[in-house]
């Protein structure tokens, strides 16, 4: 009902005045904080749901998840409570204390950002395009701020500056001189890419319903919750297929060739989308919620889990590779004769 609606955001405004009250010194030194502040409230709202969804508390949002916004109800809407509830929390409670002390967030918010964008565009798309789509409510548009904020956030987030390496010129120039063959963990790290990037064009092709054997036999056998028709799980192999595909191919390249000082942070945004993705693919393809015919089949627990722990892991492997040791990534130092020049002035 509109009720629900209208009452929903007179609570989110009321929060915001409050927050806004009592930190204005903060909100002064980055408005982000009163975001991060009213979405923590949020964040423990979806986790209340999801515990209730699965039966661990009982009667505190159920008027509003069966009024408001049934979709939540699915197997994807609790695993992305579960996770909008625990990580994302967590998160901004860590970029709301750095701007209490006046830290920098940077990675944190990239981190974030990914996260949370894969997570609303995955939902919002498979509400207007799955089985529920009949029954969007008022309830829906109170989404509309959450494409926004992103989109603002990212922005503040990617202009805030990088924290400073150690990283001479001659440590710079030393690491760009290896070849990837002298690099294991990165020649280790371009297999990894190479091979989840084959097996996202693989689900890509499967949920396009391409009719060779082996997308029949995986649907059926692997993965059976692709045909679900809450069409979240379709979705998501196609985010991943858009967006994650060309990004394994872009990030090989920066692994093999020196220079490309774009990598960290973008590591750090897919890690976030790719890990919350993963989370809650992986859970809704098991959960109670789903329909027994399209959770995955008990003798391929082993496959699915190793395939899909795998796709999620690398990425974060990948930030923290290149986090941990960014002189390969730095642009190469002036050569020639105007280094000799500056040296000599």
């Excluded at 297999?191 to 990037?197: H, M, N, Q, S």
């Excluded at 059976?224 to 994650?244: C, I, N, S």
Aim: aromatic share 18%; with cysteine; net charge neutral.
């Amino acid at each position: 009902p509109l009720w629900v609606t209208l009452m929903s955001a007179l609570i989110l405004g009321l929060l915001f005045v409050a927050v806004y009250s009592l930190s204005h010194g903060e909100i002064s030194y980055d408005p982000l904080y009163a975001v991060f502040a009213v979405f923590a409230f949020t964040s423990v709202v979806d986790l209340i749901i999801a515990l209730q969804e699965d039966g661990y508390v009982v009667g505190f949002m159920d008027f509003y998840t069966k009024e408001g916004e049934p979709y939540l109800r699915t197997a994807h809407g609790v695993f992305i409570c579960y996770w909008d509830g625990t990580v994302h929390y967590l998160l901004y409670l860590a970029m709301a204390g750095a701007i209490r002390r006046r830290k920098r967030y940077r990675n944190f918010g990239l981190y974030w950002l990914g996260s949370f964008a894969m997570s609303i565009l995955v939902f919002l798309t498979g509400n207007i395009l799955g089985k529920y789509s009949s029954e969007i409510r008022p309830a829906f548009f109170l989404t509309i701020p959450y494409l926004l904020v992103p989109c603002w956030a990212g922005v503040r987030v990617f202009s805030q500056p990088r924290a400073p390496t150690c990283c001479t010129a001659n440590t710079v120039q030393e690491e760009q001189r290896k070849g990837l063959l002298q690099r294991p963990a990165d020649l280790a790290l371009v297999i990894y890419l190479i091979l989840a990037g084959f097996f996202t064009l693989f689900r890509g092709l499967v949920v396009l319903d391409c009719p060779t054997d082996s997308c029949f036999v995986y649907i059926y056998q692997y993965e059976p919750y692709l045909r679900d028709p809450v069409a979240y799980p379709k979705v998501q192999m196609l985010m991943y297929m858009f967006y994650v595909l060309p990004f394994c191919g872009l990030a090989a390249y920066a692994l093999t060739f020196p220079g490309c000082s774009w990598l960290p942070d973008w590591a750090l945004v897919f890690a976030g989308a790719i890990g919350q993705a993963q989370f809650s693919h992986m859970g809704a393809s098991m959960h109670l919620r789903t329909p027994f015919t399209y959770r995955v089949p008990e003798d391929t627990w082993g496959c699915f889990f190793v395939c899909n722990l795998l796709y999620a892991l690398g990425p974060h492997l990948l930030a923290y590779r290149c986090l941990q040791w960014p002189a390969f990534f730095h642009q190469p130092p002036p050569s020639g004769p105007i280094a000799l020049h500056k040296k000599q002035h």
